[in-house]
Structure formats: structure tokens, C-alpha cells
């Protein structure tokens, strides 16, 4: 299992929201592409980055920054999410030297959209599907969709994406502990793999998690905990690397 540490990117710098408020953020670092090479020394193997002016604006708005951070460290795998809504955009990103690259809001409103993505970037398309209550949150967890989280993610897996990111937004930068039973229980409805995220406060979450990586969990997101400091990373990540 990989545990992968959270870049979120907000006018050029390095935060964490809690629950996804945009008004309730923390600075942790001025300097991403430096926060990135932090983690990449503490063993990480791959980057999950977030565009959070992206992700309420509809378009990249830190692409610089994101594309200093692929630079700088071109072996590390980079997956990246927040304001992916057309080709172009996931055009450059690739071009850039990003692996992954992560469709959420537009996943729910235009489905199609992924399948047709899917299809012409061969395991290079991840969903983000971030939920409350077992439904589909949309617009930076602005608002609360009718879909069923496992329902949208077997249709994606049909679409041939290459994972699903399944954050639960109670949880989110909240420091109370991973939703294990709804991880569990998505991850066991497919076959691709599941990448928790959200909740991850100490290292009990990651043994928690290296429980049910047999039900498919290949990663874990972790963000706000290894800021604080309430889950040393490099310790986090032999221990997730220990559980296949």
C-alpha cells in the first residue's frame, strides 16, 4: 500500500482546508516544490496534488507551480485534481510529465466525459469521488449530489479508468480517524483500485487501512496529519509499503 502525501495548492502555496472550506484554510508552506522534495527524501513514492483555486474556479490556476514540482522531481509518479474539466487541460498536465490525473466534478455532471477520456489516455485517468453519507459531493463539497458513491463507481470502472480516489468529507482534514467501513465496503464493489483519503490522523489509521487492502485499497491519502505532525510520514509510509 503507498501512502501518498497531499499537496494543496492554494494562490501559489501550500494549505490544507478543513471539510473542503476554502475560508478555513492553514499555510503551511510557501514553497511547494520544497514541501514536495520534504516528503520525497521521507520516502514517498508517489505526489497527489490539488489545485484548489482550480477546483472552484473550473480551470488550472496553479499549473506553474505544478509543473515546477514535476520538474524537480521527475521520477516520482504525480497525480493531480482540482479544476480538470476539458481535454486541453489533461493534454498539458501529461505533457508536463504528470502520471495520473484526477476528474471529479465533471466525473458526476458529464460522465461521458470520463469515458471518452478513458479511452483516449489508457490508465493515465483517476476519479475522484468524494462523499458524505454514502452520496456524491460535487463543486468543492459545495453541494451534495443524489448519486450513490458505489453505483458511480462501478460505472467508472466500466469506463476503464485506473482507480478511484474515495474521500469521505466528514472526515476530511478533520483529524478523527479514517471511514475504514465505507472504504471497505467500496472497494469490495470493484476491481480497480480503491485510494482512501481523508480522516488519516496517526499511525493506527494506516494499520487500520492495511487491513482491508485485501478488499482492493492500493494507497492512502494522507495531508493535514503530517503537517501537524500527528503521523510521521516516512514512519507511515514503511509501514504502508509493509501490507500488499
Known amino acids: 500500500m503507498l501512502l501518498i502525501p497531499a499537496i494543496d495548492l ?8 478543513r471539510q473542503g472550506r476554502m475560508e478555513d484554510d492553514t499555510v503551511f508552506s510557501e514553497d511547494p516544490v520544497a514541501v514536495a522534495g520534504k516528503w520525497v527524501a521521507a520516502g514517498a513514492k508517489r505526489i497527489h ?3 484548489l483555486d482550480g477546483a472552484f474556479a473550473g480551470k488550472p490556476r496553479n499549473a506553474d507551480v505544478i509543473h515546477a514540482i514535476v520538474e524537480a522531481y521527475p521520477d516520482i509518479p504525480v497525480q493531480i485534481g482540482g479544476g480538470i474539466r476539458d481535454e486541453e487541460t489533461i493534454q498539458g498536465y501529461l505533457d508536463a510529465g504528470v502520471e495520473y490525473v484526477i476528474i471529479g466534478t465533471k466525473a458526476v455532471v458529464e460522465p461521458h466525459f470520463v469515458k471518452d477520456m478513458a479511452i483516449e489516455y489508457p490508465r493515465r485517468i483517476i476519479v475522484g469521488l ?3 453519507n454514502g452520496k456524491v459531493a460535487i463543486d468543492g463539497w459545495s453541494k451534495l449530489s443524489r448519486h450513490d458513491v458505489i453505483d458511480m463507481a462501478q460505472h467508472f470502472e466500466e469506463d476503464g479508468v485506473e482507480a478511484i480516489i474515495y474521500t469521505d468529507i466528514s472526515k476530511d482534514g478533520m483529524m478523527q480517524g479514517v471511514n475504514i467501513e465505507a472504504t471497505a465496503k467500496l472497494a469490495r464493489a470493484i476491481r480497480i483500485p480503491v485510494i482512501a483519503s481523508g480522516g488519516i490522523t496517526t499511525i493506527n489509521d494506516i494499520k487500520a487501512l492495511g487491513a482491508i487492502t485485501g478488499d482492493g485499497v492500493m494507497g492512502a491519502i494522507t495531508g493535514r496529519a503530517i503537517y501537524e505532525g500527528t503521523l510521521d510520514f516516512a514512519e507511515g509510509a514503511k509501514l504502508a509499503e509493509s501490507f500488499d
Request: glycine share 8%; net charge positive.
Open 49 to 51: 496534488l490539488v489545485d
Open 130 to 132: 468524494d462523499a458524505k
Open 10 to 17: 492554494k494562490e501559489g502555496k501550500c494549505v490544507r482546508l
